[in-house]
């Protein structure tokens, strides 16, 4: 059974730093290009970074970049997002996405606000 359970949402105040996991089975995890992706109200779910399976490639959304780092434990089947220097625009719905040929999984997501 394939699982992706985020944790480490929440509300934090602007310039505040959080870290997102997303603990991953049921897959061959290292496989699979690993994903964080946002969905804030009224809005289209956004990329927000991506890493791949076992070259170390990165990407970033152009919003995100210099304040988010998105890495990976193959061994921990886990995949993290730092986020740091958050914004109220940062606020969102947080999904862990997990890719692989014709394979696309989801996590449930996790809240994060940015407020004071």
């Known amino acids: 059974q394939v699982q992706l359970v985020e944790s480490g949402g929440g509300l934090v105040q602007p310039g505040g730093s959080m870290r997102l996991s997303c603990a991953a089975s049921g897959f061959t995890f290292s496989s699979y290009l690993m994903s964080w992706f946002r969905q804030a109200p009224g809005k289209e779910r956004e990329l927000v970074a991506v890493?791949?399976?076992?070259?170390?490639?990165?990407n970033y959304a152009d919003s995100v970049k210099g304040r988010f780092t998105i890495s990976r434990d193959n061994g921990k089947k886990t995949v993290n997002l730092q986020m740091n220097n958050l914004k109220p625009e940062d606020t969102a719905v947080y999904y862990c996405?997990?890719?692989?040929?014709?394979?696309?999984?989801w996590g449930q997501g996790t809240q994060v606000t940015v407020s004071s």
């Open positions: 996405n997990a890719r692989f040929t014709n394979n696309n999984f």
């Open positions: 890493i791949g399976d076992a070259t170390g490639y990165t």
